[in-house]
């Protein structure tokens, strides 16, 4: 198992989250962060007793004792950062989604492979036992045939407040920041349901509504996936909608109410499954996390560094998702961020 030194690149929301997963990780240490003021990154610094602030994301790169960089920055800026820090010979796990877009996230993959660092997308919600049971029931056939999936994934977010989901410039809108989960949640049922390591849909549909900037603020997808899955999936910055994945099968379905924002997020805890059978009584089936969200992810990464990707979150499997995020921002009119 390596012991991995880590440098976080940006000090917002997300970075904080993941900082206290490393506090509680067993194979990971704080050694840095970045932030583009130098103030901010010493208060960042000071709240989780990092030894080294830097104000700026250049100097972050160069210091010797960082082994990975975590980068936390909107998602307009991954593909920048997560190429010039493995340009740094850094081992990189980048927020999702990994860039704004197929061609985009093929560069940065590229630069991890020709610089031979670890390069993960940040989906940490495919770490998480719960995710792995839910996997197993399907492949098990706990359902029967897979026949439909149902996710959302959405929360009204006030612009004041967030103003990177709100531009197009930061790669704003739903479809990027919470429908690439519905994506890769519908594209793993289909996984488990027909054995395939890596699948894409055949069939794109989507409507959305776009605000004045052009961002979608909230959207709706139909994929037929192989097998004959039909997926349905909304997601949305200004929408509040029940969030959960529903698998339908010709024998029962499964519902999960948190399969992607997994509760409890920082500390071990149970989550729920529910399993309802065609014919019977719904059966709730605990699945218990000795670690939390964030803590897990920091130690699969110290876990699969040497294999450079993870095996539930290679490359080809987030190319195939930004694939199919970029077909769904188009039949939209959400052609290219930014
Ligand atoms: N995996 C998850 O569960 C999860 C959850 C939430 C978000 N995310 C992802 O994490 C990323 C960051 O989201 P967040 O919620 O942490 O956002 P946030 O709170 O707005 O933080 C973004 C950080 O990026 C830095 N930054 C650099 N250039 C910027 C610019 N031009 N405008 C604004 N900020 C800039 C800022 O850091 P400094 O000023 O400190 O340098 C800021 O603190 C997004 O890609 C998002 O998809 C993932």
Redesign the pocket.
């Known amino acids: 198992m390596t012991e991995l030194r880590w440098g976080l ?10 900082a206290a997963g490393v506090e509680e990780s067993r194979h990971g240490t704080l050694a840095a ?5 130098a103030d ?2 010493r208060d ?1 610094a000071a709240r989780f007793d990092i030894p080294k602030a830097y104000g700026s ?1 250049e100097d972050l790169l160069a210091d010797p004792d960082v082994d990975a960089v975590y ?8 593909k920048e950062w997560a190429i010039a820090a493995a340009e740094a010979g850094k081992h990189v796990l980048c ?3 990994l860039t704004l877009t197929a061609a985009d996230a093929g560069e940065v993959i590229e630069a991890a492979r020709r610089n031979d660092v670890f390069l993960m997308e ?4 495919r770490l998480h036992p719960q995710t792995r049971r839910l996997v197993e029931l399907i492949a098990s056939g706990a359902i029967g045939e897979v026949r439909a999936v149902d996710t959302t994934f959405s929360f009204d977010s006030n612009p004041e407040e ?3 989901l709100s ?1 197009p ?3 704003g809108g739903g479809i ?2 919470v429908g ?1 989960y519905c994506t890769s949640l519908a594209r793993l049922v289909a996984q488990a349901a027909t054995g395939q390591d890596v699948v894409e849909p055949a069939e794109v549909s989507g409507m959305a509504r776009l605000s004045a900037s052009g961002v979608d603020e909230y959207a709706t997808c139909l994929l037929r996936l192989p097998g004959d899955i039909l997926a349905t999936i909304s997601c949305g910055i200004r929408l509040t909608r029940e969030d959960g994945i529903r698998v339908f099968g010709s024998r029962g379905q499964l519902y999960v109410p948190r399969p ?2 997994i509760h409890p997020l920082r500390a071990p805890g149970v989550s729920e499954i529910i399993l309802t059978p065609a014919e019977g009584e719904p059966e709730v089936i605990e699945v218990e996390a000795t670690q939390g ?1 964030f803590a897990r992810e920091a130690d699969h990464v110290a876990t699969h560094v040497g294999d450079r990707q993870a095996p539930e979150l290679t490359w080809a499997e987030t190319l195939a998702n930004m694939r199919t995020l970029d077909r769904w921002r188009e039949a939209v009119g959400y052609g290219h961020p930014s």
């Open positions: 690149l940006a000090a917002g929301t997300i970075a904080a989250h993941f962060v970045g932030a583009r003021k901010r990154a960042f994301y980068v936390a920055t909107p998602h307009a800026l991954h927020e999702k989604p940040a989906f940490m919600y967030t103003a990177r531009d410039a930061l790669g990027l920041d690439c992607a924002w969200v």
